[in-house]
């Protein structure tokens, strides 16, 4: 089981449990999880991007190489992106970055939202983007979700881009829009599960997108990981449909082609 979005270090407003990558390690593995795709709470407010890359990798090296894959983040409206995202690739050798853009304030419209997703394709690297944090009832800061409609014309135009949409539960809306249906139809990019609720709810998911771009996510530790894997055994899905979603899917996205 890959399951491709997990964070690591503690939430800005509350303890969870599993808020240290040791224990939350432990805690995936001990439920059948032998990789999960880390990204870095301390990714939401610094202003200091390298030292967070760092720090992410380096908790990811200590859990036991292959387990945590480290995906940077690299804030636009900080003046050395540019060289956090070489150092992503070069220094730390991750396999992708995951951004926050509700919470660097940009949306995916910006020119340099743009630039950066092409120059990480540039790199071959996985663009995850987290659309919602935390349901906007319960937050204490209130942040909004992220419109995805600029990636209906985006996704078209590089090809070559792999995105990771995460914690998003608009996909199945039957009124959702024509950008909306465009994102769902496009070959590059892929959905996770985590936030995408109701009976029924994956097998929605899978049918409006397409059972080889669905991945299993849980959003731990702020999620239950149980939460996740239950939307899988509710649906009873064929078995080559469940391990592409638990497994295949996510190993497509990390090994284009093969």
Not at 86 to 93: D, I, P, Q, S, Y
Not at 226 to 247: C, F, G, I, M, N
Request: aromatic content about 10%; hydrophobic content about 40%.
């Amino acid at each position: 089981m890959i399951d491709t979005n997990v964070t690591l270090f503690r939430y800005p407003y509350r303890r969870v449990i599993g808020d240290d990558p040791e224990t939350l390690a432990a805690r995936l593995r001990a439920k059948g999880v032998e990789q999960a795709w880390a990204g870095s709470y301390e990714a939401l407010w610094s202003r200091d991007m390298s030292g967070v890359n760092l720090r992410l990798a380096e908790a990811c090296r200590r859990t036991g190489a292959g387990f945590f894959l480290p995906f940077g983040c690299v804030n636009p409206k900080l003046p050395d992106w540019r060289e956090d995202l070489r150092r992503c690739h070069e220094a730390h050798r991750m396999q992708g970055i995951r951004l926050f853009p509700n919470y660097h304030g940009y949306t995916l419209a910006d020119p340099l939202f743009a630039e950066i997703v092409s120059s990480a394709a540039d790199r071959n690297l996985i663009v995850q983007i987290a659309l919602s944090m935390e349901d906007t009832r319960t937050q204490l800061i209130v942040i909004q979700p992220v419109d995805p409609a600029p990636l209906a014309d985006l996704l078209p135009r590089l090809p070559h881009l792999r995105v990771v949409l995460l914690n998003y539960g608009g996909w199945t809306d039957d009124d959702a829009g024509e950008s909306i249906a465009r994102i769902r139809r496009a070959e590059n990019a892929y959905f996770d599960m985590a936030m995408n609720e109701g009976v029924g709810g994956l097998a929605r998911l899978i049918a409006a997108t397409s059972p080889r771009r669905v991945v299993f996510g849980s959003h731990s530790p702020f999620f239950y990981f149980e939460s996740a894997r239950l939307k899988v055994l509710s649906e009873a899905l064929p078995a080559d449909q469940e391990r592409a979603v638990y497994e295949g899917n996510a190993q497509s996205l990390l090994h284009p082609g093969s």
